[in-house]
Each structure stands twice: as structure tokens, then as C-alpha cells.
């Protein structure tokens, strides 16, 4: 489990995967400070890790990495951290269109294709 410090590229996040979950990294994007903590079984632990380095919890959100999938596919919005009806937000995806492009753009950063 780690912040990213620097960028990522595909063939690491495949080998995280194949050692974790086989297909997939489990990532929790900070919108508001542009940053990824990735690689733990849970998406409430990744947030934990964030809120202790400085972040707020409104500003994160939970995806998952395939690393084997390409264009929309790579990255899935799937998170229970993701409920949160206090920011009108009522599914385990991410509702708002305008977060979702911010959590992709963040991730175009970070993840070397």
C-alpha cells in the first residue's frame, strides 16, 4: 500500500495485480490534490493511508485499475468509499461526470501507458 510518488507504469500495475487480486489494483484518486494511493485489499484502507498524509475524505474517491483493458475499460468506478448520499452521491460509482473526468485526467498522470 503506497502513494504514488512518482508515475506508474502498466507493467507494474500487472505485477501488483497478479500478486493481489490477479486483474485488478485497487486505487483511491485525491481530486483536489491530484494524487493515487494504491495496492490494498481495501479501498477504506487506501483513504486512510491519504487522510493520514493530509488529505480530506470528501475529496476522495475509489476506482480500480485493469491493467490488462485498455481505453474506458482501464479504469473502473467502483467503490463502497464512493457512497456518500451527504455529497448527493448515492452509488458505489462516481454520479458527478464533472469527477469522473477529474479522477481520468489525474490518473492520465500518473499511469504510463
Known sequence: MKVLESSISIEELKMIAADTFGDLVKAV????????SINAELH?????????????QQDLWGVNFYPDLEGDEFV?????????????????????????????????RWVTI
Open 29 to 36: 484518486v485525491d481530486v483536489r490534490q491530484g494524487l493515487i
Open 44 to 56: 477504506s484502507d487506501l483513504e486512510a493511508l491519504l487522510i493520514e498524509n493530509g488529505s480530506q
Open 76 to 108: 473502473e468506478f467502483d467503490s463502497m468509499i464512493n457512497m456518500r448520499p451527504s455529497q448527493s452521491n448515492m452509488s458505489r460509482g462516481v454520479d458527478d461526470e464533472a469527477i469522473r473526468n477529474e479522477i481520468l485526467e489525474i490518473v492520465g
